[in-house]
């Protein structure tokens, strides 16, 4: 789409290049922003010119560039270390996105995160994984979880100037045995609710429920919960909501389905 607001572009390649003029806006993978008039931008920031590395392996874990594209991602789960298993959730947690391989090769982690809506691919990766947001904010640093980061579909805690660096997924959270599973109305339609689960080496399980649910919900458990107390806290979770892609009832209702349904291959 032709953004005719936009009259400025520009490359950042310092962090000092970060700092916005009234009207602009951060630009990465751009499928969101070129998706629809942006009347109030009137300029734009590209993010790519930082040349940060897309993917870091360290002990402590995982670290994704926010201008990580999506396709990069999945190749390297792809190849992932084996002692990190739940790299498996990278490929299922991208094809929960409604998004044709052409996407992946532009749309970044980052942009998918920042975005928020609820059915975002990403979110559902990073909160089933502990994953930890890097948010550059003025001239400081600061670490959130990725499922305190939204506060709703479509908003999230950033301000203006907050640049989202990287993702962090931990080591533990790698190595553990996690499912994905998804449900949409339609065969090919966006995700009316995503849930994960994990069991981690200690015995801990955490299952995450997105996309049915307004804000990320996360569910921990010193063990592997029974089938009957899962099912009772993915039910009584709030913030199950109703658009067009699925009534909150009904939301409520798979989640608890898929959750049951993860539990059994977990155990």
Same mark, same amino acid.
């Given at each position: 789409? /032709?953004?005719?607001?936009?009259?400025?572009?520009r490359? +950042?390649?310092?962090?000092e290049?970060?700092?916005?003029?009234?009207?602009?806006?951060?630009? +990465?993978?751009?499928?969101?922003?070129?998706?629809? *008039?942006? *009347?109030?931008?009137?300029?734009l920031v590209?993010?790519?010119?930082l040349?940060?590395?897309?993917?870091?392996?360290?002990?402590?874990?995982?670290?994704?560039?926010?201008?990580?594209?999506?396709?990069?991602?999945?190749?390297?789960?792809?190849?992932? *270390?084996t002692?990190w298993?739940?790299?498996?959730?990278v490929?299922?947690?991208?094809?929960?996105? &409604?998004?044709?391989?052409?996407?992946?090769?532009?749309?970044?982690?980052?942009?998918?995160?920042?975005?928020?809506?609820?059915?975002?691919?990403?979110?559902?990766?990073?909160?089933a994984? /502990? !994953?930890?947001?890097?948010?550059?904010? =003025?001239?400081?640093?600061?670490?959130i979880?990725?499922? /305190?980061?939204?506060?709703?579909?479509?908003?999230?805690?950033l301000?203006? =100037?907050?640049?989202?660096? #990287?993702? %962090?997924? *931990?080591?533990?959270?790698?190595?553990?045995?996690?499912?994905?599973?998804k449900?949409? &109305?339609?065969?090919?339609?966006?995700?009316?609710?995503?849930?994960?689960?994990?069991?981690?080496?200690? =015995?801990?399980s955490?299952?995450?429920?997105? !996309? #049915?649910? !307004?804000?990320?919900?996360?569910?921990?458990?010193?063990?592997?919960?029974?089938?009957?107390?899962?099912?009772?806290?993915?039910?009584?979770?709030?913030?199950?909501?109703?658009?067009?892609l699925?009534?909150? /009832?009904?939301?409520?209702?798979?989640s608890?389905?898929?959750?049951?349904?993860i539990?059994? %291959?977990?155990?």
């Amino acid at each position: 789409m /032709d953004i005719t607001s936009v009259q400025a572009y520009r490359v +950042a390649h310092s962090r000092e290049d970060l700092r916005l003029a009234p009207g602009e806006a951060y630009l +990465a993978g751009g499928t969101w922003i070129m998706s629809e *008039p942006q *009347p109030a931008t009137t300029g734009l920031v590209d993010l790519t010119g930082l040349d940060w590395p897309a993917l870091e392996e360290t002990p402590e874990g995982l670290r994704i560039a926010a201008t990580c594209t999506i396709a990069n991602l999945v190749a390297w789960a792809g190849t992932a *270390p084996t002692h990190w298993p739940a790299a498996s959730l990278v490929p299922a947690a991208a094809n929960a996105l &409604l998004a044709s391989f052409k996407i992946w090769n532009t749309a970044t982690v980052g942009g998918n995160i920042c975005r928020a809506f609820g059915a975002a691919a990403m979110v559902s990766l990073c909160v089933a994984l /502990d !994953a930890d947001a890097v948010v550059w904010s =003025g001239d400081g640093e600061k670490r959130i979880p990725v499922a /305190d980061l939204i506060t709703g579909n479509g908003t999230t805690i950033l301000t203006s =100037g907050d640049v989202l660096r #990287a993702v %962090e997924i *931990p080591a533990y959270a790698l190595a553990s045995r996690a499912v994905l599973r998804k449900i949409a &109305l339609a065969e090919h339609g966006r995700s009316g609710a995503v849930v994960t689960g994990r069991v981690d080496r200690d =015995g801990a399980s955490v299952f995450a429920v997105t !996309a #049915a649910t !307004a804000t990320p919900t996360v569910l921990r458990f010193a063990q592997l919960p029974a089938e009957s107390e899962l099912a009772d806290a993915v039910a009584s979770t709030t913030g199950y909501y109703t658009d067009p892609l699925g009534a909150a /009832d009904w939301r409520r209702a798979v989640s608890v389905e898929l959750a049951t349904r993860i539990r059994a %291959e977990l155990a």
